[in-house]
């Protein structure tokens, strides 16, 4: 039945659509906006933040967090790729928390999500404000204010959802490549091939100064190499052939992540003394300014921008999804849950969501905004490996059919889980009180859910998956 | 006032527009449609019309 | 087995259920800012008339931190020489692990059991 093409499932739709005067959203998508949506969000990584890695324990701690961490997107995109590839709806994780955990798995999960994106959102806008701060400084004129450019980024990219799907990512789709070109193209430039290479990697790279230890706190940040990568799952509502779209995009994006990340850390660490780079706010950019090239520097200018007005793109469209898909499911008020009839977005959430960013992007300090984002990302992440050990239980592999089975289950469930506990370990040496305050705040939130939001649900309504009864039920 | 001073101005207006322009289509949908045809949208639906999950 | 009706809920409800959740995240946020126990800390004060020398630094390191735009030892010096504290009690530790796997153990619990509702009622229904 796979092999159903594109046009026939959307003129089946748009027929579905028209006799019973229902609205949904749009099918439009294919893989490239997939890939865009994933590797959008998370590229704004390679250009700020992941460098605090360094910071915490100098730059080898940096590189085996990058590896670590991309080991443990790596498993998060198999598992992903196979659950998502046979629960095909907005809302990705969330949507498949309800029908293999239960419901109020499904209700942290989908706050998780709508917290992480939200939070990077606002990370992004606040970085935004900051590079034209930048600018503005090197053309001589200090004191800007940089609200008005952070309520614009957000606004404009808001409407651009507003506005439609297919437009929001191609916008992605096209920015997100010049921004990864531009990492390639610094790469290639200040390497020898060209002659004279201004790297250093001899003379600046260090031993590891806090020792182990620091390689352990380095995944707080290592995990900002790839952040975000899961949201693809949002999109497979609006995609032609999820099936096929989302793992091929997916892994298709952790694929160009790692390579990314690494070239990212190879040429940073050969330009710059690691205390240097550990605290930095733009460290590509200071690597093309070290490079002695205008072109350079203006190139990786723009990627900075692209980069940052990218993942605040895809952090838009994913929130909303999540957001929409528990208004759709009365897990939030039954209002969240409508459709623009004429755009096919989600275009309550969209509007309701951007208040919120605009809260957290003017009032608190970017720091905090992006360990919020990453600790909710790793709840994502330690739910993952519960939810695809408990999927081959209840539906076995001969029981569903999925557009990809994930190898060696359960080692990559396995693999994430421990590292997982590292990454929780990571964040409790810097950030351990945040930590118990947000598990606080989840507790808070679930035992509210449980005795009073359910009661609002329907029951059997929301298992919406045509698959037979589960095992051991 | 330099260029940056009229960034910032143009920055806030753009920013003004982009939100009326959001909110007055949001009133105008709101006030065509009924809710009903609004919140119709019900996930699973086209997996149930593509996919039979049958090996 | 009886198929389960919810409620409709009113618009102020709807609203103030909004306003719970949007109090509780803000709340999570600002909270730990407000107690002042937010961010980790950076430690050690920087010598007092550093060298590039006496900071450890190389030529090339010297080079590069000139590119960068610190034309002299002074400037740097903070940056080279303040490190983060990783040290913790074990006790901390302790109710960090208590509080995440009790977290993970009450969703899983009431899950499981608003799960089997729904799996009851969508295939033994009707």
């Known amino acids: 039945m796979s092999q159903l093409n594109d046009t026939a499932i959307g003129a089946k739709v748009d027929a579905a659509v028209t006799a019973s005067e229902k609205v949904g959203l749009l099918r439009v998508l294919g893989p490239a906006h997939v890939w865009a949506l994933g590797v959008g969000i998370v590229l704004v990584g390679e250009y700020m933040g992941w460098n605090f890695a360094v910071g915490k324990g100098g730059a080898y701690a940096a590189l085996i967090a990058c590896w670590f961490a991309g080991l443990l997107y790596t498993c998060v995109a198999m598992i992903d790729s196979e659950v998502t590839s046979t629960v095909a709806a907005a809302g990705g994780q969330y949507t498949q928390a309800k029908h293999i955990i239960g419901p109020l798995m499904a209700f942290n999960v989908g706050l998780y999500l709508v917290f992480a994106y939200t939070m990077l959102e606002a990370a992004n806008a606040i970085t935004v404000g900051f590079l034209i701060d930048t600018v503005a400084a090197m053309t001589g004129h200090e004191g800007l204010d940089q609200r008005p450019f952070i309520i614009l980024a957000i606004m404009f990219l808001a409407w651009l959802n507003y506005r439609g799907v297919l437009a929001t990512l191609t916008f992605s789709l096209v920015i997100t490549a010049v921004a990864f070109s531009a990492i390639l193209v610094l790469f290639v430039a200040t390497s020898p091939v060209f002659g004279d290479s201004p790297w250093r990697h001899a003379d600046l790279v260090t031993d590891l100064p806090y020792g182990w230890l620091g390689v352990l706190a380095a995944m707080h940040f290592g995990l900002w190499f790839y952040l975000g990568i899961e949201g693809t799952t949002q999109a497979a509502e609006e995609v032609r052939s999820p099936a096929r779209a989302l793992p091929f995009g997916t892994l298709a994006g952790i694929m160009t992540l790692l390579i990314a990340a690494t070239l990212t850390w190879y040429v940073c660490v050969g330009l710059m003394p690691w205390e240097y780079l550990g605290q930095s706010g733009v460290p590509l950019f200071d690597a093309a300014r070290l490079s002695g090239s205008m072109g350079l520097m203006v190139l990786l200018g723009i990627g900075t921008m692209f980069a940052t007005l990218a993942s605040a793109n895809g952090c838009i469209n994913d929130a909303s999804r999540a957001w929409f898909a528990m208004g759709r499911d009365h897990y939030l008020p039954a209002w969240f849950g409508a459709v623009h009839p004429v755009y096919r977005t989600p275009y309550r959430s969209i509007i309701f969501l951007v208040p919120i960013a605009l809260i957290f992007a003017l009032g608190a300090p970017l720091d905090q905004v992006i360990t919020f984002s990453i600790l909710s990302g790793l709840l994502t992440y330690t739910f993952m490996p519960l939810n695809i050990i408990l999927f081959r239980r209840k539906w076995p592999l001969d029981t569903i059919k999925r557009g990809y089975v994930h190898p060696f289950h359960p080692l990559p469930a396995l693999a994430l889980l421990c590292l997982c506990a590292v990454a929780f370990f990571a964040i409790f040496l810097g950030y351990g009180s945040q930590l118990v305050a947000m598990l606080s705040f989840y507790i808070v939130v679930s035992l509210w859910f449980h005795f009073r939001r359910y009661r609002y649900v329907h029951r059997a309504a929301q298992f919406t998956m045509p698959w037979p009864k589960p095992r051991g039920y | 006032m330099d260029i940056w001073n009229f960034a910032e101005y143009a920055a806030w207006a753009v920013s003004g527009i982009l939100a009326i322009i959001i909110v007055l289509d949001w009133i105008r949908i709101d006030t065509t449609y009924s809710s009903e045809v609004l919140t119709s949208s019900r996930e699973g639906e086209i997996e149930a019309m593509t996919e039979e999950h049958r090996l | ?126």
Request: hydrophobic share 45%; net charge negative.
């Open chain 3, 1 to 126: 087995m009886t198929r389960y009706v919810p409620p409709k809920q009113s618009r102020f409800g709807q609203i103030l259920d909004v306003a719970i959740l949007l109090l509780l995240t803000i709340g999570a946020l600002y909270i730990p800012l407000w107690l002042g126990f937010a961010g980790s800390t950076l430690v050690g004060e920087s010598p007092q008339n550093p060298t590039w020398e006496s900071l450890g630094q190389n030529p090339v390191m010297v080079e590069q931190w000139n590119g960068l735009g610190f034309t002299d030892a002074s400037a740097a010096s903070e940056i080279i020489s303040s490190r983060f504290n990783y040290s913790f009690s074990v006790i901390e530790l302790l109710v960090m692990i208590v509080v995440v796997i009790g977290y993970y153990a009450l969703i899983l619990r009431f899950s499981e059991k608003e799960y089997r509702d729904v799996i009851d009622e969508k295939f033994n229904g009707q």
